[in-house]
């Protein structure tokens, strides 16, 4: 592995060795400088604003193609870039595609056909220190509030960052950041009313047998973030809507700040974790948002099970790049069939397991959610299931999704009920 990789060796192996998140970098030979991948996601759904399931008009489809390439030049110097490209090649199949592969429900947004620079970056290594500066995929295990992840092949949020790695404790590995940017696609959200960017320290440590701790803090000066006033503002009104009831009205400048801590450990067959989140800040009448949620998962032969519980109060932030809502979380019992809401206190249940096949793997998920303050978003409860099968096959790498949801709600609206069938395939090289 070149010295020059050291911030992907520890994302890779030794963080994720206790966890159960996949690296964010296509898959490639150690010893590679190039890197590469093709493929395609065609998606289609149901949506509640008329259209029916498998309609033209909530589909999406995109080809991508993303090329990245990693060096060590000299005197511990080297650099790293990705580039990738989408397109539906004009296809009559799909009206739901953004910019990444990145499905929009229900808005016909005609052809896309697009390409970004979505890493380029410096490093420079000394001893068992290492520095990445530039635009880059921060991996959640070291990064959970402010990290990236990757739809259709391409990363969804990269980071105009700073990051400094050393591994000079034994079993330790203490990182530090600045964030300047969360870049979605070529859009840029400076984060901070006056661009000072989020600083970021963090601790993770494997000294105890089969156990993995990890702990990050965040400090998010002058943040550019509104928090809704939800007495004034919504009205009693379901948000979920065509977004008109979002007034925002408490404006930036003030500080915020997080902490997040988790443990994953393995023993035998049978793996436990706990991760609690906490975010706060200096906004006139906010709340602090508080998470916390804990698993237990066993595997028996071909077979693997995992059980989660989570809850998180009626804060007024979210758990998600230090409290700001832009980019991906990472806590355990948010998922894309909720998404991360804030401002209602919920707790949820999820119970998801899996089978390898001779080829292949079919995993599957049962999740519910309860939200304890109706009066806020009138929602009641949610439930989501998936189901899928997962496989290899000539170093093409494919998957077949379900996916369901249905949302109850407490103020006489009907039930919002989505499908949704995804298919991917790739090929890394």
Do not use: C
Not at 4 to 11: T, Y
Not at 102 to 122: C, F, H, K, M, W
Not at 202 to 215: D, G, Y
Not at 267 to 285: H, M, P
């Amino acid at each position: 592995m070149k010295k020059g990789l050291l911030l992907s060796v520890v994302a890779s192996t030794m963080i994720f060795a206790g966890g159960d998140i996949a690296p964010v970098e296509p898959a490639a030979p150690a010893s590679a400088d190039f890197w590469g991948q093709i493929g395609f996601a065609y998606q289609f759904q149901d949506d509640k604003n008329g259209y029916a399931f498998g309609d033209k008009e909530n589909n999406a489809f995109s080809t991508t193609v993303v090329l990245g390439v990693e060096k060590e030049l000299a005197y511990g110097f080297g650099f790293g870039a990705e580039v990738a490209g989408w397109t539906d090649f004009g296809l009559d199949i799909a009206d739901g595609t953004r910019a990444g592969g990145v499905p929009i429900r229900g808005n016909d947004v005609g052809d896309q056909t697009d390409a970004e620079v979505s890493q380029a970056y410096l490093t420079y290594t000394f001893g068992n220190t290492a520095i990445k500066a530039g635009r880059q995929a921060l991996p959640s295990a070291v990064s959970p509030w402010a990290w990236s992840d990757r739809t259709a092949g391409v990363l969804d949020i990269t980071y105009d960052a700073v990051v400094i790695a050393n591994t000079d404790i034994t079993d330790t590995t203490l990182v530090g950041a600045w964030v300047a940017n969360a870049v979605d696609g070529n859009h840029p959200t400076h984060l901070g009313d006056n661009k000072n960017g989020i600083f970021m320290l963090a601790l993770i440590n494997k000294s105890l047998a089969n156990t993995t701790l990890a702990v990050s803090g965040y400090y998010f000066p002058d943040a550019n973030y509104q928090i809704p006033d939800f007495d004034n503002t919504l009205g009693g009104k379901n948000p979920y809507g065509d977004g008109t009831n979002w007034v925002l009205n408490k404006n930036g400048g003030a500080d915020m700040w997080s902490i997040w801590a988790s443990a994953v450990s393995n023993f035998d067959s049978v793996k436990t974790g706990l991760q609690v989140a906490y975010v706060d800040g200096d906004f006139a009448g906010s709340k602090e948002t508080f998470g916390v949620a804990g698993k237990i998962g066993t595997t028996w032969g071909d077979f693997d099970a995992t059980l989660i519980a989570g809850y998180i109060n009626d804060g007024d932030y979210f758990l998600t790049t230090a409290g700001s809502g832009v980019g991906t979380s990472a806590f355990w019992t948010d998922n894309e069939e909720v998404g991360d809401i804030y401002g209602v206190s919920q707790w949820a249940l999820l119970v998801k397991a899996g089978y390898k096949l001779p080829v292949g793997k079919i995993y599957g998920s049962l999740g519910y959610w309860d939200f304890d303050d109706d009066a806020t978003f009138n929602l009641d409860n949610t439930f989501g299931a998936r189901l899928g099968y997962k496989f290899t096959v000539a170093g093409v790498n494919a998957k077949v999704e379900y996916r369901y949801r249905n949302r109850s709600m407490t103020n006489g609206v009907a039930d919002q009920t989505r499908q949704r069938v995804r298919v991917e395939a790739y090929y890394k090289f």
